[in-house]
Each structure stands twice: as structure tokens, then as C-alpha cells.
């Protein structure tokens, strides 16, 4: 089976025995039967041949994601086709694309489709959809994760090369640990949420599921564009210390007693590997305190947060609230118990919860965590929906709030085949050195595999040099490090 | 009399000619009597004394406010003293002084008393206390401006040499422009508010009332001090280009249909004389549309931030809601009928505006507007006090929301002997700029005098020197420019 990754499409697009019109067939061919529950709409043949017609006869080399294949999550527009948010009486039909897929497309990316996720984007785990419960890409009987569930699983069913996911706390992260994927979630504002249904639209990130961190890199640079039109867009900055290419780094390393498995002694192997790689890479690891992040995380869903998923949909709700999936009814209704001053006591909370947190970084370069403790099967989610999925949280939902950037690394398989995987983490803008490290992270893992198609990872020498540094990001122009002393760290906030 | 400017009392305590204590006896003798309700508690004599005392003897050059005299806002908090935000109900003593206090009196200053205010600093007038409606220094019909009220007439009547007050939407601007004074706003989060009794806690500013800009300047010095305690506070950042001491700048002037002086011909003739004097001083005047600004305003009193001022006293007001000022009563009582739901839609139309406002940054290094549209009688005021209060923050109220730095430069007088002025306000972290243009408008200004003092204005060459630059701002120690290109304006949110 040809391997979606950028590498190889490349360079069979170079070499010339591929082009978008044999690609788009292909594709057509591996998404003729969805059992994982993908899709919510798969791109008509006619439109992706279409698209794969616009890029014949140019040359490859001229865009920077020439026929490359990538999905989107069914919170984001793609123009002409309905939007949903998995919630069928919610759709409509956009006009134009959103901004960040629009500029993917106008890179040279082809759609593929729209996937499947948690309602509204409110889950972690990948089953509250009324288009079906989206199956692991390893074993059906495992949840996908969520929310981005159909994004990830398209990725690694190499169904696409790349998706978008969004990215609230921890939905373009937890499913691609549960499908052996990197899942950038970065910086927010980085890429612009014109054109994407609010989870919590203060907090939300459109995100990156790729096979390898140099694709997520790659795809990053072009879906890093200022958006002037979306209040919550920040214009890219300079990275600091590039701790993923330098020779050390320091990285954290929760202690013992915040670390939480729920008693799955394989995901704590594999995060303990994971460790020793990063060591072996020329970490040092320095342990640190997880409990003011995990106090973070407290505050997401404890307080009034919640609220803004009623405000994105506030009057679909008040009008048809019967129209939502049970359990995100139930979420959703729940932040309707909070008062303005509840709001503005929790937004004190997290500024002290910031400021606490952000001492970290005067003592390490990026902190790793396990990305989710453990999974669990469709059954086990289904019969205790709120409490699993929280557990499945437990590692990611503090990264929004703290204005983190954060990439999920494949980490390798249970004895039982199910993969999980590790989060490095970073403030805001330091996107490059993580997904450099990412990639090295990776490339260190024996028999590293991409996502669920068994094509062995490649290792390359120089794992992100596909994507030149100049050419990285915009509005400028170029993503660089700063100079040395312009990096704001422990008192960003 | 004696001016208590920075100059002349460095000078004379250089000259061996004043003593701390020949100092405040001469306070004990200014302030023996309080026809304008500046105070709500003086320092008694023994505590003045001992002021004095720990200061004689110690080389006058050591200290940067060696034996400056201050007046505190009675909600920001002095040991040993009672902080009662002009409700007496609410009162308290604290064991230790407020973050920025202490830090005023390491550097000798030496506090004189607690300061009227329009009751936990909701208002823009100075007639909402249960203790007075404090007195304009100049005509004791006309109100003080508030609801730094008393802290900015402290000043205007040679009480103190210089002030601190609080300002949310204004505080700190208006009663300086109603008393002939300098108020500086500074950038949020500069001057920590630890031991203030919050209004907007996600907005409020401490802020500083002088006679001349210099002294503000100096002030701010000593007074922006990093504060890890304070959720709220950010180091200082150093600033662009420094148009207040450039040979030429360029400066917003609303158009013509966004000024409002509500008929208050004298005080469009003192804000177009400001604009000339301006120009005089290498200005080039950029004609801005001010309708972002002000819509911006708009948001801070029809939106959820009033919910700040609830829950900044929310088991208090729950518990005894009779003890509040009934205007005061009204206004907080107002934040309880917005929901979670409504603040994030309101955080989420903020961040449009910023979006919005910012754009003009692009063109023009710093903005001017008059202070306040025209003044008003207590008489007046107290038979329309929420409209005319309202009337006051028509240049103010969106200063915190969109963070920007601002100072209110007096601007001489109406022909019935009303002082008014203009305030020029940037981005946040251009404090110094504002500062240096501040002291040059001033100086430009015909026969200006300090306050209500009748001293006439001192012009220096170069009037903020008196501060070397090397020793500005915290905790680098250095408050100096930034290598050109390094400055966020446009896209800062």
C-alpha cells in the first residue's frame, strides 16, 4: 500500500509515477467502506476529481502540500458541503471554506472529507455521535478518541496523509495517541477558527493529525496564516531555545505521585520508555510538580467555561435542545448555573493558576506527560460516559487555559496492540522545537510504525528540513528563534 | 507656600534647608483643616513624625522619594491604618501596606493619610461617599472628579506631592484634568494591586496623580515593581519609539463627530489649543476615527464587567447590601443580571474591538482626546448622577479594556477658572513615551501652575531627566527602548 506521508508522496510525485488524479483514485478505493465510522461526508468522486484536476500540469515542487491528501473535522467548513458538528439538525452548508482550509487547498492540499467526532466537539473519547460510535484504528471494540475521532482514524486508515482536528482540552491530542499519530495542538490563534463551529471559543485550537512531526510541521507552515478577521488569531512568533535540535535540553518529568494510570501498568511502561528516550536523546530529565497543572485542568470543567459551548449554540439549544446527543445536552446545560461574577472569580483563579504554573519554566524546556492514562473500550465508555471520559482528560485539559503549545508522539503498543503515546509540552510559540523534538522522539522509537497502515516510520537525518525555516509561518514570512533574551517565559500571562 | 514639587523639595532637602520633619510640619499645618473632604483618615502626628524621624539623617541622594510626601486612595492599603473604600461598614485595617505602597515608602516617600473616594471607586465624580462629596480644588461648588476624588485634590492643594489612585474606566484621569494635575494611568498590571480592594479586578490600574509628568514619571519608577503575588501584574516591558521626546511624531485627533463636549464651548477651544501646542511641539496631527474607541466604552457599562464590582465585595454586599451608598448599591446590584454565558459573548465582542481599535496603530504613535467633555456642579451632579457620571467616562472608559497606557496632562481653564485637559494615550508598555510627551504639553502650556497651588510650572530643558533612564521599571532594573522592529502594536491582544 503506497504510504500517505509527505515523503513518499513527494517524491512519487517528483519522480512522476503519481499524480492527484491517480492519488484521488486511490483514495476513493480505501474509503469505499467506512467500518470505523470516519466519515460524515466523504467528498463526492466528481469534487475530488475536480480538485485533483486543478493541480495536473503544475509542478509539484511550486506548492508547498501539492496533491496532499487531508481530512477535516466536521466542525470546520469546507464550502459546499454541510457543516455539522456531528449534530444533523445543526447543519448547514457554507459558502466558503474556513480560513485555515482555505489556505491548505490554496497550498495544493486535496479534501478528502468530513469526519466524524464528539458532538459539538464536546467529548474526549470519540462515541457521542449520532453518526456512530468512530472505532479505534487498531480494534474496533476501543474508542477512537475524541473529539476529533474520525480525523485521526482517517489519518492512520491512510485514508489521508493529514486532518484537522480542534482542540479544546485535549481533543487533537488524546486521539492520536489512541490511533499512533503525532496530534500537534498548537499555539492559540496560531490558526485562525473563522469558518469553525466554538467548542469554547476563548480556548479553542485547530489542530494537526499527521503519520510523522515533520508532516505536522509542514502543515503548520502553511495553516499558521494571521487570520484579521478572527478576534482570537495571534500572528506567529519566534520560537526561543530550539530544545527539539539541540544537543541537551531539560525536560520535566511529572513526579510519582501526580502521575495517574488508573492502573494501566502498560501505558506507564510506555511512558517510562518514552522517558528513557528523551534521555537517551540528550534530555535531562528534572521532576516536577504536576499538581498546579492538574489544579488547571480542575478549573475547565469545574467552572464556568462550560458556558461558552451554550453560548456557541445558545439559541439552536434554547430552541431545540432536544436535537443534541443526551450527554452533551447534559454538559452543555450545565454552564447555564453560572453568573457573570462565577465567570470573573474563575478568570481570577486561572491568572493565579497561570502565574503558578509558568514557575515551571525557569527550570525546563518542555515538561512530558503521558498523553492520555489509559483507553478504553466502546463498551466500557458507553456505560460510564462522563467519569471515563474525564479520566481520559487527565493530561491534556490544562494546556488551553495555560496558553501551552503541545504535541502527542506515538509511544508504541500495549501487549494487547492498542497504542498510546506521550505528550511534550511548551508555552505558547515554541510550536518548532517542539514538533522537532517530536520527531526525534519518534524516530527513537524501535520499530516505529505510521498510524495503523504498519508502513514502517522512516528516520530521517534531518527529520523537519523538508520544510525550509524561512518559509515557515506568516505573517512575516519566516518563523525563527528569537535572539537570545527576547523569550518570555515564566511571566508570559 | 512651599511647592511640594519633586524639584523644589530635592532641592531644598540638598541644600540642608528642609528636614523630614520641618516637612511634615508643615503638612500637620496645611492640613489642620479639610473644607474640600479630601480625607478620610489623616495620619495622626506621632505616625508622621516617625516617617520624618526614619529618615533623618539618611543622605537625601540615597533614596529616589527621600521625604516626598504622599496621599493614598482609601482603597489601597496602609498599614495600621484603615482601608475602608468609602464605606464605612466595610472597613478593615491591614497589617501590611499594599505592594506598591511599601515600595513608595522604601523609597522615602512618606504617606500623609487616606484619601475620599466615590464609594469602592464606582464612579467618575467624587460626590458618591458617605463621607462628603469631595470639593474641586478650584470651586468648592464643583465637583472633585473621582473616584480617585480626594487623592487627586490632596495634590491640587499642596496636601502632598504627589498620589496614588485607582483607575477601572477613568479614575485616575478625570479628578486630575477637574485639579489641574497630571493623573497617569499606567500600562495594567504595571503597579500591582495586591492589597487594593479590587473594582474591575481584570482591569483596575493603580495609578498615579502629580504635579508635573516628571514627577509622575519618577514615581512610576519606584512604583512598577514586578509582583509575583499578584495574578494580574506584568513585568515592565520597554517601549518603541520614543515620540514624547522625538523631534517629530504623529498623533490621533478624533474627527469632528466623535467629539463630545456636551456643549461646553471652552472646552473644545482648551482641547483644539492642545492639539495646536501638539503640532508646535513637532506633531503632525492624523485625523482617526474614534467610533471603535467609543463603542469599545460601550461594552464596559452594558456588559458583565459591572459583575467584577459584585463579586469584588460579594459575601459583603450579599450580607448587608444596605451599608453601600445607594447609587453605588444600584450600579453593583446591576452585575447580577448577566450570566456566564453573556460574559464570554462580551469577552469574545472585546476581543473584536481590540482587534479593531488597535488598526489606528498603525498610523499614528499615540492618540489625544480631551479628559473629560466638560465638568459639572455637585448640584448637578447629585441631581443626575448616573447620566452626568456617565457623561465623564465619554474619553475614558475603554482605556483598560483595550490596554493601553494613558496620562491626562492639564490643560489650563475655562473663563470661569475651571481647570479641564486632554489626555494622549498608547499602546500598553509606552508608558515613558506618554509620560515625555506629557511634560512637554504641559510645558507648552501658557503660564501653566501646579495643581491649585498657584505655583507656576517649571519648565526644564529636559524635564524627565531627573530620573536616569538606567534606573527605570523592574525587575531588569532598566526601562529603556527596544531595538526597533521589537515592538507589538497592531496585532498586541
Redesign the interface.
Known sequence: MLSFDFNTLRAAYAAGGLTPTALVEEILRRTAEDPNKVWIHRLPEAALRKYAASLEGKDPASLPLYGIPFAIKDNIDLAGVPTTAACPAYAFTPDTSAFVVQKLIEAGAIPVGKTNLDQFATGLNGTRSPYGACRNAFDPAYVSGGSSSGSAVAVAKGYASFSLGTDTAGSGRVPAAFNNLVGHKPSCGWLSTTGVVPAC??LDAVSIFALTAADAEAVLAVAAS?D?AD?????VEGYGFDFGRAPSFKFGVPRAAELQFFGDTESERIFRDAVARLEALGGEAVEIDLSPFLATAKLLYEG?WV??R??AI?EFFDATPEALFPVTREITAS??R????????Y??KL??A??ECDAVWASVDCIVTPTAPTIYTIAQMEADPIKLNSNLGYYTNFMNLLDYAATAVPGGFRKDGQPLGVTIFAPAAQDAPLLHLAAKLHGALPQATLGATGVPLAVSPAPARCVPCTTFGSPSGTFAALPSG?VRVA?C?
Open positions: 471559543r476563548s494571521f484579521a478576534p482570537y488569531a495571534r500572528a464556568p458556558a461558552e451554550y453560548q445558545r454552564g447555564l453560572f453568573s457573570a461574577a462565577d465567570t470573573f472569580a478568570l481570577y491568572k493565579a497561570k502565574r527576547q511571566v500571562g
